[in-house]
């Protein structure tokens, strides 16, 4: 397809449990961004890849939270010893390139549910 | 206090009206984006700007850099309009990916 997607689109774990969440993004957008989105809430920045360069992972909100991308494709995030308050819609974007000068399109999300 | 403030919380108007969301930034940004959630809860990228004016279709987005401000305008609005609207800086001192979101501005526009 051409826009964004993510797998799996829902996914219910027991607390304490590790989760793998992945995005494909637009082929050829070399900028990659994860967001989360608790219910009733705001999105919230998680972390950010742009090429080769080093991700920016200032909005990470502990260390269970890592992610990796496979050069300008596919990104994994991982939550490692889930937790109840890891509960929310992980949202994946890409962009041409920084979104200081170009749009984001957004993939369909990943709802985490934490039991 | 947010970086990112928008007005009003939620809205409700009538098919036909034209409306106005407003979003208020406390620090230097290079580009403000304005993104439509669907009920459904996909999101779609509606403008991105730094300066000045852009349109598309019924909607209007603006920006002055001097105020901090930022508008999102629907003319003729149509319950199909019905989301939740939101607003979102890239910090100037920030990466390029680091957004900072508002709250959302919920519209509800009905028949």
């Known amino acids: 397809g051409a826009g964004v997607s993510q797998s799996p689109s829902n996914k219910v774990t027991e607390k304490g449990k590790d989760v793998e969440l992945r995005c494909d993004p637009i082929?050829?957008?070399?900028?990659l961004y994860w967001y989360r989105q608790r219910l009733g809430q705001g999105l919230e920045f998680l972390i950010y890849?742009?090429?080769?360069?080093?991700?920016?992972k200032s909005g990470l909100p502990s260390d269970r939270f890592s992610a990796e991308r496979t050069g300008e494709s596919v990104s994994t995030l991982t939550i490692q010893r889930t937790q109840q308050e890891d509960s929310a819609v992980y949202l994946c974007?890409?962009?041409?390139?920084?979104?200081?000068?170009?749009?984001?399109?957004f993939g369909p999300g990943t709802r985490l549910t934490v039991l | 206090k947010n970086e990112v403030e928008q007005s009003p919380q939620n809205l409700t108007a009538q098919e036909g009206e034209f409306i106005t969301i407003n979003c208020s930034y406390s620090?230097?940004?290079?580009?403000l984006h304005w993104l439509q959630q669907h009920p459904g809860g996909g999101i779609v990228s509606l403008f991105m700007l730094s300066s000045g004016k852009k349109k598309h279709g019924r909607l209007i987005a603006t920006i002055n850099i001097q105020e901090k401000h930022s508008s999102l305008h629907i003319t003729a609005s149509h319950p199909r309009d019905s989301a939740v609207y939101i607003c979102a800086a890239n910090n100037y001192g920030g990466s390029q990916g680091n957004l900072i979101f508002g709250k959302g501005t919920k519209l509800s526009v009905k028949p």
């Open positions: 890849f742009q090429g080769n360069s080093a991700p920016d």
């Open positions: 082929s050829g957008h070399t900028a």
């Open positions: 620090v230097g940004i290079s580009a």
């Open positions: 974007a890409s962009s041409l390139a920084g979104s200081r000068y170009n749009e984001q399109f």
